[in-house]
T-cell receptor, first 113, second 112 residues
């Protein structure tokens, strides 16, 4: 296991289309986080799972966004009816228990045209 | 690679010199702080952390200082190397939650 893996690395989509991203955390990590980062800004928290339970969601996560972690391992983030404002880097991170320094993946860069 | 940030404060430092990056945090309830390094096209990489019951912590070539009175955090990099060129973010965490709140970032450029 070499760290947090995210796929795809880049995604270009037309406005109005749906997209789905995948995150594979470090295998023994039970916590998984999604963040969004726009150019020139720090990452912003979107949502967090402990095992398969989604425990916290940001107000940034509109009803077009949904995240799942069905078996407590990998997670998916889906954006429906994409808008140009959704263009950003979507970062996934994982941690073990109370360890608060996450390990981030390399992110998925979404461009909505 | 793609740029992490286009309009970030930039610190230019000569190779071999020490760097100091500053960060102001906002939440007085935050009790855990982290510095991350982010290179173009990559996710943030953990550098060093500090809890609020400490005011200084040292790692390999890095030192983090915490001043809770003025809600200020700094990262000192000793003998800066070309590989230290990146964007650096501070992040804070309040005990009541699990999310990290990131600052705006500082770009460090190391001149050979």
């Amino acid at each position: 296991d070499t760290g947090v893996s995210q796929n795809p690395r880049h995604k270009i989509t037309k406005r109005g289309q749906n997209v789905t991203f995948r995150c594979d955390p470090i295998s023994e990590h039970n916590r998984l986080y999604w963040y969004r980062q726009t150019l020139g800004q720090g990452p912003e928290f979107l949502t967090y799972f402990q095992n398969e339970a989604q425990l916290e969601k940001s107000r940034l996560l509109s009803d077009r966004f949904s995240a799942e972690r069905p078996k407590g391992s990998f997670s998916t983030l889906e954006i429906q009816r994409t808008e140009q404002g959704d263009s950003a880097m979507y970062l996934c991170a994982s941690s073990l228990g109370e360890m608060r320094g996450y390990t981030f993946g390399s992110g998925t860069r979404l461009t909505v045209v | 690679g793609e740029s992490v940030g286009l309009h970030l404060p930039t610190l230019s430092v000569q190779e071999g010199d020490n760097s100091i990056i500053n960060c102001a945090y906002s939440n007085s309830a935050s009790d855990y702080f982290i510095w991350y390094k982010q290179e173009s096209g990559k996710g943030p990489q953990f550098i060093i952390d500090i809890r609020s019951n400490m005011d200084k912590r040292q790692g390999q070539r890095v030192t983090v200082l915490l001043n809770k009175t003025v809600k200020h955090l700094s990262l000192q990099i000793a003998a800066t190397q070309p590989g230290d060129s990146a964007v650096y973010f501070c992040a804070e965490n309040a005990a009541a939650g699990n999310k990290l709140t990131f600052g705006g970032g500082t770009r460090v450029l190391v001149k050979p």
